[in-house]
């Protein structure tokens, strides 16, 4: 190759998009564009090779008038051409820049993740070596946590049995811990603990006393009897050496069916009441109850009378006098000159008999009468009331005397 292979490349790195390829053997053994390696800038360095293939612009003009050349226009090409060959040189392949990391392969825990380069940078062409080397690379990669469902650890040793005696339960128990739920996971299903029932021997059974049967009948069929009622040991009975019932399995009271009849009994005699006179003859009474006892629950009442009258004071009543009434007044015993006249009574209405008190009072009035003056006469006049204390007992006199008009009262 008349250019080194080192120069020649960076150009075909560039100009390898640009390129016409063709079906014409010429041109692709040629595919060098001079006029775009002349003005980039990028290719300052490269000019001075440009400037040498200078000579071949004319044929850039052609190739660009043939872009659309079927593969049969081969002579005409040859022909166009100032240059009388063109020398075809070797391009090695190199790699692109590597690619962006691919999506990590799993969403939560440790993946992978890939990344790729092609080997077109530039691509080998006239028998080059192709890209030495891998165009993959692969690198973990960390996600989220990844959920973790919980999964039961081994079930535990059973435990003793809860009771020494009778039924009780013996327990195991296991932990949601082989492992522990995570990140989300789901929980263990069933349950963290199992319990069976065990049985080491038959627990004592203390007796119980069962509900009081009925009551007997009462030992009377009224007033006060007797009655008595049982109960059994059997709520539960005793069993496996437990204590029996404690306390009496009989119970006895009294009792009273309907009360019995009772018949009725005199009390005693109550004292005599008060006569109905104190004399002249009366009657007096005294009574008895029905109460001793009463009649009860259809018992027979008392035989005979509740009432004794009896007679009482027969003897004589005292008489007490009674004044009868008054007799006319007598005769007046002066026509003037204040005279007096008097009236009297008798104690017999009734007289007093039997030790009866005599009347009380007087037996006789004395009043004054004609007390007018006498005509030419001045002279004493008396009136005179005779006193009586009692029957047959003395007598007082209380007399009243006047001169003319003037009067003065005298006792004697």
Same mark, same amino acid.
């Given at each position: #190759?008349?250019?080194?292979?080192?120069?020649?490349? =960076?150009?075909?790195?560039?100009?390898?998009?640009?390129?016409?390829?063709?079906?014409?053997?010429?041109?692709?053994?040629? /595919?060098?564009?001079?006029?775009?390696?002349?003005?980039?800038?990028?290719?300052?360095?490269?000019?001075?090779?440009?400037?040498?293939?200078?000579?071949?612009?004319?044929?850039?003009?052609?190739?660009?008038?043939?872009?659309?050349?079927?593969?049969?226009?081969?002579?005409?090409?040859?022909?166009?051409?100032?240059?009388?060959?063109?020398?075809?040189?070797?391009?090695?392949?190199?790699?692109?820049?590597?690619?962006?990391?691919?999506?990590?392969?799993?969403?939560?825990?440790?993946?992978?993740?890939?990344?790729?380069?092609?080997?077109?940078?530039?691509?080998?062409?006239?028998?080059?070596?192709?890209?030495?080397?891998?165009?993959?690379?692969?690198?973990?990669?960390?996600?989220?946590?990844?959920?973790?469902?919980?999964?039961?650890?081994?079930?535990?040793?059973?435990?003793?049995?809860?009771? !020494?005696?009778?039924?009780?339960?013996?327990?195991?128990?296991?932990?949601?811990?082989?492992?522990?739920?995570?990140?989300?996971?789901? $929980?263990?299903?069933?349950?963290?603990?199992?319990?069976?029932?065990?049985?080491?021997?038959?627990?004592?059974?203390?007796?119980?006393?069962?509900?009081?049967?009925?009551?007997?009948?009462?030992?009377?069929?009224?007033?006060?009897?007797?009655?008595?009622?049982?109960?059994?040991?059997? !709520?539960?009975?005793?069993?496996?050496?437990?204590?029996?019932?404690? @306390?009496?399995? $009989?119970? $006895?009271?009294?009792?009273?069916?309907? =009360?019995? =009849?009772?018949?009725?009994?005199?009390?005693?005699?109550?004292?005599?009441?008060?006569? #109905?006179?104190?004399? @002249?003859?009366?009657?007096?009474?005294? $009574?008895?109850?029905?109460?001793?006892?009463?009649? /009860?629950?259809?018992?027979?009442?008392?035989?005979?009378?509740?009432?004794?009258?009896?007679?009482?004071?027969? !003897?004589?009543?005292?008489?007490?006098?009674?004044?009868?009434?008054?007799?006319?007044?007598?005769?007046?015993?002066?026509?003037?000159?204040?005279?007096?006249?008097?009236?009297?009574?008798?104690?017999?209405?009734?007289?007093?008999?039997?030790?009866?008190?005599?009347?009380?009072?007087?037996?006789?009035?004395?009043?004054?009468? !004609?007390?007018?003056?006498?005509?030419?006469?001045?002279?004493?006049?008396?009136?005179?009331?005779?006193?009586?204390?009692?029957?047959?007992?003395?007598?007082?006199?209380?007399?009243?005397?006047?001169?003319?008009?003037?009067?003065?009262?005298?006792?004697?």
């Amino acid at each position: #190759s008349i250019y080194p292979t080192q120069v020649i490349n =960076p150009i075909y790195a560039y100009l390898r998009q640009e390129t016409i390829i063709c079906n014409i053997k010429f041109l692709v053994s040629c /595919q060098v564009e001079v006029l775009h390696c002349c003005l980039m800038e990028a290719y300052r360095s490269l000019r001075p090779l440009c400037q040498t293939l200078e000579h071949t612009y004319a044929w850039l003009k052609t190739l660009q008038a043939l872009r659309w050349a079927r593969p049969n226009s081969e002579y005409k090409v040859q022909h166009t051409l100032k240059s009388s060959s063109c020398n075809p040189f070797s391009v090695h392949g190199g790699f692109s820049e590597w690619a962006e990391w691919g999506v990590c392969s799993v969403s939560c825990g440790i993946g992978s993740q890939k990344r790729l380069r092609q080997c077109n940078n530039p691509l080998p062409a006239n028998g080059g070596r192709h890209c030495v080397g891998s165009d993959k690379e692969t690198r973990s990669c960390q996600g989220k946590p990844c959920p973790v469902d919980g999964n039961w650890s081994e079930w535990s040793l059973w435990e003793e049995c809860s009771r !020494n005696c009778g039924q009780g339960n013996r327990t195991r128990i296991r932990t949601c811990s082989d492992p522990p739920a995570q990140h989300g996971g789901r $929980t263990c299903e069933g349950k963290a603990v199992e319990v069976i029932m065990c049985s080491l021997r038959p627990c004592p059974v203390a007796g119980n006393w069962g509900s009081w049967l009925p009551w007997s009948p009462c030992s009377e069929t009224c007033g006060k009897g007797m009655q008595s009622r049982l109960r059994l040991c059997n !709520n539960p009975p005793p069993a496996f050496d437990g204590r029996r019932c404690e @306390g009496s399995d $009989t119970q $006895t009271h009294m009792c009273k069916e309907r =009360p019995c =009849p009772v018949d009725g009994k005199w009390s005693s005699w109550v004292s005599w009441g008060a006569c #109905s006179v104190s004399c @002249g003859g009366g009657t007096r009474q005294r $009574t008895r109850l029905c109460a001793s006892p009463a009649p /009860q629950y259809g018992g027979r009442q008392c035989e005979g009378n509740d009432v004794h009258i009896d007679f009482c004071n027969s !003897n004589p009543c005292p008489i007490d006098g009674n004044w009868g009434l008054w007799q006319l007044w007598g005769e007046c015993s002066a026509s003037c000159g204040n005279g007096e006249r008097t009236r009297v009574r008798l104690c017999n209405s009734p007289s007093p008999n039997n030790g009866g008190r005599p009347c009380p009072g007087d037996s006789s009035q004395l009043s004054r009468c !004609n007390t007018q003056a006498c005509p030419g006469k001045t002279f004493w006049y008396c009136i005179c009331v005779q006193l009586s204390a009692g029957f047959n007992t003395l007598f007082n006199t209380l007399c009243f005397c006047q001169v003319g008009p003037k009067r003065r009262e005298e006792a004697s």
